[in-house]
């Protein structure tokens, strides 16, 4: 893009040059297309990432609801099997994967549904199993759709790198027209050649970001300490040595980002002066941005 622009104001100069117009055209388009392509990329990955998480949010909170309520129901007619079943917790939900989640929620459907008369005191009826159904079934619909976008995405890869060859090969060509006026246009062909060179930032990409809030009040927490460490101890893929702790603080707006993260599954250990830990589980792959979001209750 930068050398997109560069070459904009020296069209006297470089019109002349064979095949240079035409390489020029071609690698702008190509340019946009790929500007295109990688925006609907990273669109469509967060998009649906972001929609099972709030799916997923929204289940395990109905599901501790759930859990509560029963739990008491099954204390007060004295039912050890029905407490031993519904004995979790959103806490221990969140530390669940994906479809773990899913079958907890089908146990509360399926325990409170053939006993649903009796549960109204308890604030369970049938409409709020019919709410939960859904949520259930929402949540499931979405539960392998981030995967099918990276299935997806990898056919846009493949894309996005027939660009850039197409990109790279017009430049090349480009490269060799210049190569006519290095003696007579000294200062375009310093600028030429300057402009064309790639700087790596070193910056590495996002791996991890998200917000720590309030369960309740849904307020943002500042100074929540997030510790991400790698289950079970093992090697992350692509170190050199297992990881060790990596620890963060919640900013003024709750937000925390984490960056080149090596991929694996990491239990974060949240904590925060007045306010109950809490532990979650969150799996970091190369390449892909991960979205965590953390409610905390206070104690």
Not at 4 to 9: A, E, I
Not at 30 to 50: L, R
Not at 212 to 235: H, N, P, Q, R, Y
Not at 259 to 279: F, N
């Amino acid at each position: 893009m930068t050398f997109r622009d560069f070459q904009v104001p020296y069209t006297a100069i470089t019109n002349p040059l064979p095949n240079y117009t035409t390489n020029s055209t071609t690698f702008v388009n190509t340019v946009n297309q790929i500007q295109t392509v990688a925006e609907q990329q990273k669109m469509s990955k967060k998009g649906v990432t972001v929609i099972k998480n709030q799916f997923k949010e929204s289940l395990i909170v109905m599901s501790g609801d759930y859990a509560r309520k029963l739990g008491v129901y099954a204390k007060f007619t004295n039912n050890p099997t029905l407490a031993e079943d519904v004995k979790f917790t959103e806490s221990k939900l969140r530390k669940m994967a994906d479809t773990a989640v899913k079958d907890y929620a089908q146990i509360l459907y399926d325990r409170a549904q053939p006993i649903v008369a009796s549960l109204a005191t308890y604030g369970i009826t049938a409409a709020t199993q019919t709410a939960l159904l859904k949520a259930i079934t929402d949540y499931n619909a979405s539960i392998g759709k981030p995967g099918a976008v990276r299935v997806e995405g990898g056919k846009t890869t493949q894309q996005l790198d027939a660009l850039f060859v197409t990109a790279d090969n017009a430049l090349a060509s480009m490269d060799l027209a210049v190569e006519i006026v290095k003696l007579t246009q000294v200062d375009f062909y310093n600028s030429y050649k300057k402009a064309r060179k790639v700087i790596e930032t070193g910056v590495g990409s996002l791996a991890v970001k998200g917000f720590v809030t309030d369960a309740i009040s849904g307020e943002a927490i500042k100074g929540a300490t997030l510790s991400f460490v790698l289950e079970g101890g093992a090697m992350a893929k692509g170190a050199k040595k297992a990881a060790e702790s990596v620890v963060k603080k919640s900013a003024d707006k709750g937000g925390f980002n984490i960056k080149s993260l090596p991929s694996g599954m990491y239990s974060v250990i949240v904590k925060k002066v007045g306010y109950a830990d809490q532990t979650a589980t969150v799996a970091v792959a190369d390449g892909d941005l991960t979205e965590l979001i953390i409610q905390l209750s206070k104690n």
